[in-house]
């Protein structure tokens, strides 16, 4: 160590010793960068899925509010005054009348009847009334069974028991969901029957939706939800959405599956 | 022994990311250019190795073909290791960082081998280490490395992808910063503080060892990244 010059080794080591500190807390400080970075585009990321999920809210609150106005409406005015019509025209005395005027006037009658019946179907599928008053896997099991009336539509239905709700809206979702869904079996697909079933899964309910004829596949699902035709399929998916759910659809030409998975919160 | 192995450490070190790099085909022209660096290495770095340890025997090779003695000494093969390193970071920064790519390649190459010429035509011999050549490596690279982070803290969109780059790029700037005060003093230690100088450059071999282990782990991460995309899709 004799031919040491201790100025130049003294040099050396003090500037590689201020790059090493310049290094660190360059690397440190872009680290930190990116970070902080990374946790605002994070933050605005959550604050954007927020508020389209409160738009998408509001948006289907809005629709249930206006559904549940019609139906009110429907039942009570248009309802009361076609009941109102009917006793008048129960009132009636047809006795001057001829055989076409008694047979106009029964004809009448019926019309009247089956005008009641179908306003109030139609209010009580709007209002869904019936979801509150007997729960979930009633309103599903009423309005299955209101489809296959008339029609050589084979249904079957079961259903988990062992929960009541799936939660404050969550109900009325999945109801909605499967009210659009079955609808557009019927009117796509064609089907000769349609089975639904639903069982629970640790804290998610799964429904399972089974049909044949014409399916809707999930790359189906997607490009449509996003085209202006796609309306109710876009529905379904936000009020998945709003669920925290998800929804899978597989389409086969022996069986077409749609399958729903809820988280619930009310397990017995 | 370990001076052996220290010595020997910057030639095999390279073996680690090149091994990691031909297990799978990158299409990425940036890792491409830092697959051929590596490759370029290995043979310089096994050359230099060689002629250090069988030293004599190469003298006598050299004399027996009449060939000039200042190849029996591996000095400038690290001239041409620092020229060649240059010279694939340059265009490795410049297929890499947005920022850079509006620049034509050539200018900065031109540039540098101009500036290389000057230094051996009128300051220092190829055949011994060139300081000014070392020390003008460390000075362009870590300009180019400072400007690559700077790029990144400045880009908008925030990729959660492994970057290779990045990796990469930490490496090279850990490389040159720690060796830059080496490089700018290396002449004047080998006079004054001999000792000092050999000890400098084992630092030297064991900061070229973590570059290459910077460089495995670009190469490892980008696989693994790659790998998830597939599974995922």
Known sequence: MEDQNPDIIYLVVVGIGAMLILLIGFLLSFNLSQRRKF?????????????????????IRGEEAERKRVAEELHDDVGAVLSATKLFMFNINTEPLDDAGRVSHEKCIDLLTESISKVRTI?????????????LNEAIRSFIKKISQGSTLATNVELEESYDSLGNDADIHVYRVIQELCNNILKHSKPTYI?????????????????????????QFEALRYSANGLGLKN?????????????????????????????KNVE | MYKEILSWSEALIILVPLTVYYTRNYTERYLKIVGWYLVVALLLNTLAGFIWQYNQEFRNFLLGYNIPIYFARNNFIYN????????????????????????NTRIPLMLFFFSVLIVFLFYDSFFIISSKLLALEGL???????????AKLKEEELSLEFDAGLVITT???????????????????????????ILMWYVHNVTFSVFCLFIAYAFYGKQKSVASKITHA
């Open chain 2, 140 to 150: 362009v690279l870590l300009v180019y490395c400072v400007s690559f982070f700077l």
């Open chain 1, 236 to 264: 379904i998916h936000n009020r998945i959405l709003l669920t925290g759910g998800e929804i899978r659809f597989t389409a086969d030409p022996e069986v077409n599956t749609t399958e729903i998975r809820v988280p619930v």
């Open chain 1, 39 to 59: 946790r605002y585009r994070q933050e605005m990321m959550q604050l954007r899925e927020q508020q389209q999920n409160q738009l998408i809210e509001a948006a």
């Open chain 2, 171 to 197: 490496g090279l700037t850990v490389y040159e910063a720690i060796n830059f005060f080496i490089f700018l003093f290396y002449d004047v230690l080998i006079v004054k503080a001999k000792s000092f100088a």
């Open chain 1, 123 to 135: 209010s009580h599928n709007l209002h869904g009334g019936m979801l509150h008053d007997l729960g």
């Open chain 1, 195 to 219: 089975n639904l079933s639903s069982w629970l899964e640790s804290t998610r309910v799964h429904f399972q939706l089974q049909y044949n004829g014409r399916g809707l596949s999930q790359q």
């Open chain 2, 80 to 103: 041409i290791h620092s020229i060649v390193r240059t010279a694939f970071f340059i265009i490795f920064f410049h297929s890499i960082g947005v920022q850079f790519k509006r620049v």
